[in-house]
């Protein structure tokens, strides 16, 4: 199928091949400031809902709200064409698949039986993945300082998991583990078609796709829960996770890395997210730490630091030739 945009809708989607001067740092960095608070808030919304909605039915539901945002810009922009571009189509099914399908159900299921401030922990394992997949597919090279601040952040979490029941049951923890895994993996692959897309495009992409797959699945197992949405307590976190958490978390962690590189994003974001995190899982659930968990963050975030110190924030685009 082709596009139905404008012609000139492709040209308004090129962005220049590389990202080094001083205002788009600039501009890179408030994106990723943005996104620490909204990326701190997830966990927190998310062991809200999972305790109170159905959980398919808040990830469909959330995913369709943030869908619908994505697709109303696109539309202003007139651009909702190129979601249907089929030279960018398999990659930006596989860039939802792994970046909101996957790891909606996974957070959510997990913090079903695990508290807030412990999924914190487990997501401060991200750096990890970002720093090895960006060796393996993006050709960045680590530094010495970057793999013993790698080796920190694994004590930290081992630290904790030896306390022996912050990480119960051990399925639930598994599946807050592995989300950090599928956020990387489609920002990887949506680093390789941008540019010449932008973030706007790779945002919508994300919840349009998974909107149709979670609404599927929704309709499929639990399509009787969708008359919870009626109910007030039920919506408002809806379409606030939905709009503000997804579509607005998406859209600035993507302003960010199209403009830094991947590892040194993560690592500014990262650090700040669990210290927010855990602010607003004792104001907004009533959670308290341990004092081993407080010491696990602690010793993550100076590992997330210098992770920061040990790399170079201007992102090195090779462009994707194949896909031009």
Excluded at 301 to 309: E, K
């Amino acid at each position: 199928m082709h596009s139905s945009a404008p012609k000139n809708s492709t040209t308004a989607t090129i962005i220049p091949p590389t990202y080094k001067s001083r205002d788009a740092v600039a501009a890179g960095l408030l994106f990723a400031i943005s996104n620490v608070t909204i990326s701190a808030l997830q966990p927190i919304i998310t062991r809200y809902a999972a305790l109170r909605i159905d959980p398919l039915l808040f990830c469909a539901s959330s995913v369709m709200v943030a869908a619908g945002c994505a697709a109303a810009m696109l539309a202003c922009k007139g651009e909702l064409g190129l979601l249907l571009e089929l030279r960018y189509l398999p990659r930006l099914i596989a860039i939802s698949t792994a970046g909101t399908v996957a790891t909606t159900l996974a957070l959510i299921y997990g913090l079903r039986k695990i508290d807030a401030i412990t999924a914190v922990i487990l997501l401060e394992s991200e750096p990890i993945y970002s720093l090895v997949l960006a060796i393996i597919f993006l050709k960045e090279r680590p530094s010495r300082r970057q793999l013993l601040a790698t080796a920190t952040i694994l004590a930290a979490i081992g630290y904790v998991f030896g306390a022996g029941h912050s990480f119960r049951p051990l399925y639930a923890a598994l599946l807050i583990l592995i989300t950090p895994m599928f956020w990387q993996s489609s920002h990887v692959l949506s680093l390789k078609v941008m540019p010449p897309l932008t973030p706007r495009i790779i945002t919508s992409a994300r919840y349009v796709y998974a909107a149709i797959v979670l609404l599927v699945i929704l309709l499929g197992l639990k399509h009787s829960s969708l008359g919870a949405l009626a109910v007030p307590r039920v919506l408002v976190p809806v379409i606030f996770t939905g709009a503000f958490v997804y579509f607005m978390g998406s859209f600035t962690w993507y302003g960010a890395i199209s403009r830094l590189s991947l590892a040194w994003t993560t690592a500014l974001v990262i650090p700040a997210v669990p210290v927010a995190s855990l602010v607003f899982a004792m104001i907004f659930l009533g959670e308290r730490p341990t004092a081993r968990e407080l010491a696990g963050i602690a010793s993550a975030v100076i590992g997330m630091l210098a992770l920061v110190l040990g790399s170079d924030a201007r992102r090195n685009v090779v462009p994707a030739a194949a896909l031009e």
